[in-house]
């Protein structure tokens, strides 16, 4: 059984850092692409950062040069460090695994049960 369990959150005032963390079994995690997404009230879901399994990274551009994605996968852990933090960067925050499923509809499969960052003075 496939699980992310997240933790991290809280509330910070601007320019402050938190680190999100995400933590996953049931799966080989060395092999799988990881994502975080975030959610603001009213809004859509933002893809803001991967880490591939190539090595690779991806970052949306409000977040590059605050925020920096990392894995241990030695611990099954994600990570999401997030510096200087703006208002705008409030939202609701998922850790997902990326969906290999040959000719799968989706870009992801699993979700971790989000957690809530605010940034606010």
């Known amino acids: 059984q496939v699980h992310l369990v997240q933790s991290g959150g809280g509330l910070v005032q601007p320019g402050g850092s938190l680190r999100l963390s995400c933590a996953a079994s049931?799966?080989?995690?060395?092999?799988?692409?990881m994502t975080w997404v975030r959610q603001a009230p009213g809004q859509g879901r933002e893809r803001v950062s991967d880490?591939?399994?190539?090595?690779?990274?991806y970052y949306v551009d409000s977040v590059k040069g605050r925020f920096t994605i990392s894995r241990d996968n030695a611990k099954n852990t994600l990570y999401l460090q997030m510096n200087n933090l703006k208002p705008e960067d409030t939202g609701l925050y998922y850790c997902a695994r990326r969906d290999l499923r040959p000719g799968s509809p989706f870009e992801y499969d699993y979700w971790g049960q989000g957690t809530q960052v605010t940034v606010s003075s």
């Open positions: 880490s591939n399994s190539d090595g690779s990274t």
């Open positions: 049931g799966f080989t995690f060395s092999k799988y692409s």
